[in-house]
């Protein structure tokens, strides 16, 4: 039963962000072991999302590592327990907390030796910045209680590299490129420089993954260059490359100029059939988020829960009012507008 509960929300999730997403390109799954364990790295720009669109788009069920606050609420510990996810505590959270993570090492340690597989993002902190962050040594604390498990099977990492074009707009595009495995089995990371030198393999790994700009006091107007030479953000080789490339007479007399919302027919359209999910987003939702990399990962959570409700309601109140049938193509009609809005682009940032 609870394998069933699993694989109906997998794929209510799964179809959630298809909806959601006018894109969601996927690259290098061929990378991915099928029979050892694996530990996937990360960055980490779009919170919660992040996860859930590996999750749900990978060959393997990884477990999952996440920052520690998000379980003090005791119905989300339930379900992010439900979904694999485990606690991983940061400085942050208090030095007397950081001791809980030998537990949780131990336990990543164990599962590897099951030749089960591991998500985490080893920069540590997530930031909606187009740049890959230094990593912190969690990563290989787990490789090194793993090795020490004595693996009947090699370990390796694959590095993922999460792409999207502007996360706190809807509508927008994401892409997943899962990276070379790297055999960490036999590594010789026991040694300061050991680790130094797998960390640099792993982030090297990234920034080919990922759109990388390098430059942070650069990185507004760089960011600037690019969008308004229409790069595709979904390819970040291509992206960095053009990054690379760039020269000081390029972003000379640059203007940082923010993405033109506009109000047009697409726009209007998608309030007009969504008007009350909309409102209630607007002026309730919206204030209460505490961080903008949050943004994208309460509205898809709030799209995905209120307009399955919203449905359920219409098609049980119009059945009354008209016959099932009648009620279904209603919901289905309106469905298909609003899909079309998104994948269309009509409603898309410029």
Same mark, same amino acid.
């Given at each position: 039963?609870?394998?069933?509960?699993?694989?109906?929300?997998?794929? /209510?999730?799964?179809?959630? &962000?298809?909806?959601?997403?006018?894109?969601?390109?996927?690259?290098?799954?061929?990378?991915?072991?099928?029979?050892?364990?694996?530990?996937?790295?990360?960055?980490? !720009?779009?919170?919660?999302?992040?996860?859930? &669109?590996?999750?749900?788009?990978?060959?393997?069920?990884? /477990?999952?590592?996440?920052?520690?606050?998000? *379980?003090?609420?005791?119905?989300?510990?339930?379900?992010?327990?439900?979904?694999?996810?485990?606690?991983?505590?940061?400085?942050?959270?208090?030095?007397?907390?950081?001791?809980?993570?030998?537990?949780? *090492?131990?336990?990543?340690?164990?599962?590897?030796? !099951?030749?089960?597989?591991?998500?985490?993002?080893?920069?540590?902190?997530?930031?909606?910045?187009?740049?890959?962050?230094?990593?912190?040594?969690?990563?290989?604390?787990?490789?090194?209680?793993? &090795?020490?498990?004595? &693996?009947?099977?090699?370990?390796?990492?694959?590095?993922?590299?999460?792409?999207?074009?502007?996360?706190?707009?809807?509508?927008?595009?994401?892409?997943?490129?899962?990276?070379?495995?790297?055999? =960490?089995?036999?590594?010789?990371?026991?040694?300061?420089?050991?680790?130094?030198?797998?960390?640099?393999?792993?982030?090297?790994?990234?920034?080919?993954?990922?759109?990388?700009?390098?430059?942070?006091?650069?990185?507004?107007?760089?960011?600037?260059?690019?969008?308004?030479?229409?790069?595709?953000?979904?390819?970040?080789?291509?992206?960095?490359?053009?990054?690379?490339?760039?020269?000081?007479?390029?972003?000379?007399?640059?203007?940082?100029?923010?993405?033109?919302?506009?109000?047009?027919?697409?726009?209007?359209?998608? /309030?007009?059939?969504?008007?009350?999910?909309?409102?209630?987003?607007?002026?309730?939702? =919206?204030?209460?988020?505490?961080?903008?990399?949050?943004?994208?990962?309460?509205?898809?959570?709030?799209?995905?829960?209120?307009?399955?409700?919203?449905?359920?309601?219409?098609?049980?109140?119009?059945?009354?009012? /008209?016959?099932?049938?009648?009620?279904?193509?209603?919901?289905?009609?309106?469905?298909?507008?609003?899909?079309?809005?998104?994948?269309?682009?009509?409603?898309?940032?410029?």
């Amino acid at each position: 039963m609870k394998q069933l509960g699993y694989q109906l929300l997998f794929y /209510w999730i799964k179809i959630g &962000l298809h909806c959601y997403y006018r894109r969601i390109r996927v690259k290098g799954v061929e990378n991915i072991p099928t029979d050892a364990p694996v530990l996937f790295l990360s960055n980490h !720009q779009n919170a919660l999302l992040d996860i859930l &669109l590996i999750a749900t788009h990978n060959t393997r069920k990884p /477990w999952y590592l996440t920052r520690a606050d998000v *379980f003090k609420n005791k119905h989300l510990k339930k379900f992010f327990t439900y979904l694999q996810m485990m606690p991983v505590y940061r400085i942050r959270d208090g030095k007397s907390q950081l001791a809980k993570n030998k537990a949780v *090492f131990a336990f990543c340690g164990e599962l590897l030796k !099951q030749d089960q597989s591991i998500l985490l993002f080893p920069e540590a902190n997530h930031n909606l910045k187009k740049r890959v962050r230094p990593l912190s040594k969690g990563f290989t604390r787990i490789v090194d209680e793993a &090795l020490h498990n004595h &693996l009947v099977k090699p370990l390796y990492i694959v590095p993922v590299g999460q792409n999207y074009v502007m996360p706190t707009y809807f509508v927008d595009s994401c892409a997943i490129e899962y990276g070379a495995p790297i055999n =960490v089995t036999h590594h010789s990371f026991f040694t300061e420089n050991g680790i130094t030198d797998l960390k640099e393999k792993v982030s090297t790994a990234l920034k080919t993954l990922t759109t990388h700009i390098a430059d942070e006091n650069k990185y507004s107007v760089v960011l600037d260059y690019l969008r308004k030479r229409k790069v595709d953000f979904l390819n970040p080789s291509e992206v960095n490359k053009m990054v690379a490339d760039i020269g000081v007479d390029d972003l000379n007399g640059l203007n940082i100029e923010a993405a033109k919302s506009g109000f047009g027919m697409g726009r209007l359209l998608l /309030w007009l059939f969504n008007f009350p999910l909309l409102l209630t987003w607007r002026k309730f939702i =919206v204030p209460k988020i505490p961080e903008p990399e949050f943004v994208d990962t309460f509205r898809f959570m709030y799209a995905l829960l209120f307009s399955t409700l919203l449905y359920l309601l219409m098609f049980s109140l119009f059945t009354v009012i /008209w016959d099932g049938l009648t009620a279904l193509i209603f919901i289905l009609t309106h469905f298909g507008l609003n899909l079309f809005l998104v994948k269309s682009g009509c409603i898309e940032k410029k």
